[in-house]
């Protein structure tokens, strides 16, 4: 399909956000209650030998940043990787990224909600989950329906809490290491590498999924107030994540024993209570708290654009890309928070092992829109000439060879991860089958509604 027509299909969209905003929103999806409380799962498999992890997974998520800012400078589209994916790719490959992504995004929506309801047990124990759920479900509804503008400019605040209490730890943390009032512990208890030298590769593919979110700034381009907007985001995405994750990871592990971080509390409580700070405890279940409905609150926004740009493209039924007086796709919107529901029940209900089904599908949905990405740029910049090249208003230092390196990194990352999980390799390999069999049913009946 033209360019020029996958870009008219989006029109309705409001171009207010700004680059700090776009960002934020990007910022606020990635860094979840996974790096808060769940960093001692990556320290349990590498010990200290996790930074090594979080630093390759930096670069595997620098070259996913570049290959979208160079595509999203010269496409901006609340499509993004699925509009990239079917322009230089195929359709198949354009609706799968963007469906499976959808999916996966709106899932994670849900299961936010149902763990801000956790946290708030802490405080209120006798209030009911589902009261919270519901509360906090209406609430971010109704941020969603305002204008982007508006969106923008709260999830820009929400995100900046976490975002001020991550970087408040690493200079506590680093503090305490530089005046020696805690012992270092990179080699403390058994070495840099105390379950052996491959290890951090072993850890990786946990890192790498903390990562997840940078293809987000990616979807808020559709809605970019320019054009000049959207460089400067992908840079603050990627810069922003890098030094959080890499900044507290190294931390993490230099004030804490490998061995015993997160077994009793989060470190980072650990942490503010060796610099004595009051009330650490309950400062950090609100950051969590926030941490987790910034993140449904950035997941319900991406989602509801990826199921906005699949119901323009014609992959998803006409109402679901109609616009309200704000320019919020307000039925898709609502078609995206079906994630709440489904966590609800299988909070409720479900056997054990079903989260751990959903997960493999939504880092199946993720991993999608990081391949689709790497091999759309890949063929875009194969198909520029060289003054093309120097004109792109934002450019991948590596050209097309970085993407190919990220994607091979990215399907070594895969293949690690259904290694060592049979439940994720087969939620992942049901995934795909089932998108596929949507995607042939949905372009079949399209052919035969034409004819």
């Given amino acids: ?9 989006e029109q309705g969209l409001r171009h207010q956000l700004s680059a700090g905003q776009m960002a934020m929103v990007a910022v606020g999806g990635s860094i979840g209650t996974g790096l808060l409380l769940g960093s001692a799962a990556a320290l349990e498999i590498a010990g200290p030998g996790v930074i090594l992890s979080y630093a390759l997974a930096a670069f595997i998520n620098f070259t996913v940043a570049m290959a979208l800012g160079e595509l999203s400078s010269m496409h901006p589209a609340a499509g993004s990787f699925g ?19 959808w999916a996966a995004i709106a899932m994670s929506v849900g299961v936010d909600l149902v763990a801000s309801a956790t946290y708030m047990a802490y405080w209120f124990p006798a209030v009911p989950a589902l009261l919270w759920v519901v509360a906090f479900s209406a609430l971010l509804l109704l941020i969603n329906l305002r204008s982007v503008g508006s969106y923008g400019r709260f999830e820009y605040w929400f995100a900046m809490i976490k975002v001020v209490t991550i970087l408040a730890f690493i200079v506590i943390g680093a503090g305490l290491l530089l005046s020696h009032q805690v012992a270092p512990q990179y080699t403390a208890q058994g070495g840099f590498f105390p379950k052996g030298a491959l290890a951090p590769l072993l850890a990786m593919a946990f890192a790498l999924y903390t990562f997840g979110g940078v293809e987000m700034v990616a979807i808020t381009t559709g809605e970019s107030r320019s054009a000049g907007e959207i460089p ?4 603050l995405t990627f810069g922003v994540l890098t030094f959080v994750y890499l900044g507290a990871i190294t931390v993490l592990v230099g004030v804490m024993p490998w061995n015993r971080a997160g077994v009793t509390e989060s470190p980072f409580v650990s942490v503010f209570r060796h610099a004595n700070l009051p009330a650490a405890p309950h400062l950090m279940n609100f ?4 941490a987790a409905l910034s993140g449904a609150n950035a997941a319900l926004y991406v989602s509801s654009r990826m199921l ?14 109609r616009l309200n007086a704000a320019g919020s796709p307000r039925s898709a919107l609502l078609a995206s928070s079906f994630g709440i529901v489904v966590a609800l029940v299988l909070e409720k209900w479900a056997p054990k092992d079903a989260f751990v089904y ?24 194969h198909r520029l000439t060289p003054e093309e090249v120097r004109n792109l208003p934002m450019r991948s230092p590596g050209g097309a060879w970085l993407s190919v390196v990220g994607l091979i990194l990215v399907c070594i990352a895969m293949a690690e991860t259904w290694s060592g999980s049979h439940l994720a ?7 795909l089958v089932v998108l596929t069999a949507a995607y042939l049913l949905i372009r079949t009946r399209g052919q035969a509604a034409s004819n």
Avoid: D
Avoid at 1 to 7: D, F, G, L, R, W
Avoid at 308 to 321: E, H, T
Avoid at 358 to 381: E, K, N, P, T, Y
């Fill in 287 to 290: 950051v969590v708290l926030t």
């Fill in 232 to 235: 400067r985001a992908v840079r």
């Fill in 425 to 431: 390799l087969l939620s992942s390999a049901v995934y």
């Fill in 1 to 9: 399909m033209p360019v020029a027509q996958q870009t008219n299909q």
């Fill in 358 to 381: 959903i997960l493999g599908a939504a880092l199946c949905g993720l991993m999608l829109s990081w391949l689709v990405s790497l091999a759309a740029h890949a063929v875009f910049r």
């Fill in 83 to 101: 509009v990239y994916g079917e322009l230089y790719l195929n359709a198949w490959a354009g609706f799968i990224s963007r469906a499976g992504y």
């Fill in 308 to 321: 906005f740009s699949l119901a323009r493209r014609g992959w998803a039924p006409v109402a679901l890309g």
